[in-house]
């Protein structure tokens, strides 16, 4: 695999890995958004006392790197289960984290405020996952890639999340990059240094210091929409994205695996570009989250998810089963109007000396947001900037 970063015709390729021209067959040329077919079997059965109480009493965070997506676990035969399946989450050492571990039996999350770093990745090989790429304790340039980039933020009370997403192209400072002085798009630090370049990264650009960090394989997002019998989301007009040759109908639909990918990975024909992709990656898990909440009471779903997303999940090896279980116990009583979706302000386009198209934030308005949100504060940013928010479930493009 060659180490040769993206050049300045590359763009829409490793640097900013843009997957738009690759979506699997997703629909295929000419197609039209429609419905998805219900699919998916295989878990533990359930007697009727069990599951009356098992789901419906607390939560666990089970998909960490969508979003913060509650499923439950804490009760009877099934906690031997769910702690094996755990174990199951392959690990990776992030230095950077490993550097901020606490001291041994100090229960940090009940004491301070969280933030996990989520990324959605792409592999150019299928038969390598991250994990088994670091096993070596070295990293190979450009074989893994990652166009989503979303800091969660988990407030010392536990009454609420903040997810706040990273545009990819967003043109910073990444150690050792060398091309572009020294600069580069955000999600060329994973594709070119890994998770602990990621993570570096983020904190340099954002400020706030990342507790953790969670990976999921897009495959699993495609299992994860099936394991739900699809997602429902509205559509408010009829477009056509020419890059992935689908027409998107204008009105409701439930979609999942190959069609869930395409809805997510969608950023031509809207007006916003990349923008509106992220609002539509957000309404989708906002969609996914109500799904879960649904689905609390039929063990049936939950496990299928709880199989996904332990699958295909890869996180720092310093959040033990322990860490996790507490967590999502201490989070078992949000809803999903407890959950804020926010994203980086944009300053303005431009193009690097290099000629690539990059996204250059606005410093202020980015500094007031990510400190707001890193003190528990988000209401200070969202009182000055109160159209930030994430817009209603039948206005997202």
């Known amino acids: 695999m060659s180490n040769t970063p993206p050049t300045s015709g590359q763009s829409d390729d490793a640097a900013s890995s843009h997957p738009d021209s690759a979506t699997d067959g997703a629909t295929g040329a000419g197609s039209t958004a429609s419905g998805a077919t219900p699919s998916g079997s295989g878990a533990p059965q359930a007697t009727k006392k069990s599951r009356s109480g098992f789901l419906r009493r607390h939560w666990i965070v089970a998909s960490l790197a969508l979003v913060l997506v509650l499923v439950a676990g804490s009760a009877g035969g099934y906690w031997y289960w769910f702690d094996h399946r755990l174990s199951t989450v392959e690990r990776i050492e992030i230095p950077t984290i490993r550097d901020r571990v606490p001291e041994p039996g100090v229960k940090e999350e009940e004491k301070r405020a969280l933030n996990i770093l989520l990324l959605g990745a792409d592999a150019s090989s299928e038969e390598q996952s991250v994990a088994q790429d670091l096993k070596d304790g070295e990293w190979t340039p450009f074989i893994h890639r990652s ?90 007009e009829t477009f056509y994205d020419e890059s992935q040759r689908i027409t998107w109908e204008k009105g409701w639909h439930e979609f999942e695996g190959q069609e869930a990918l395409a809805y997510v990975r969608t950023r031509h024909g809207l007006a916003n570009g990349d923008f509106d992709r992220i609002a539509r990656q957000q309404n989708f898990i906002r969609a996914t989250m109500s799904k879960l909440l649904s689905k609390s009471h039929d063990i049936l779903p939950m496990t299928k998810v709880v199989d996904v997303t332990t699958k295909y999940l890869t996180i ?54 990510f400190s707001s949100v890193d003190n528990d504060n988000v209401e200070r940013y969202l009182d000055k900037y109160p159209g930030a928010k994430l817009d209603g479930s039948k206005s997202v493009s």
């Open 147 to 236: 166009d989503t980039l979303i800091v969660a933020h988990v407030p010392a009370d536990r009454k609420s999340v903040q997810l706040v997403s990273i545009p990819r192209d967003t043109w910073v400072p990444i150690k050792g990059y060398p091309t572009g002085e020294g600069h580069g798009k955000i999600n060329a630090a994973f594709a070119y240094g890994g998770p602990d370049l990621a993570v570096q990264t983020v904190e340099q650009l954002t400020g706030m210091s990342i507790d953790h960090l969670a990976i999921i394989d897009w495959a699993g997002f495609k299992d994860l929409t099936t394991a739900l019998d699809g997602i429902r989301v509205y559509i408010p």
């Open 316 to 369: 720092d090896s310093n959040w033990d089963n322990s860490e996790l279980i507490d967590l999502g116990l201490s989070l078992r009583n949000l809803d999903e109007k407890d959950v804020q979706f926010l994203t980086a302000p944009l300053g303005r386009y431009d193009t690097s000396v290099d000629g690539q198209s990059i996204v250059r934030l606005d410093p202020k308005r980015s500094e007031l947001l």
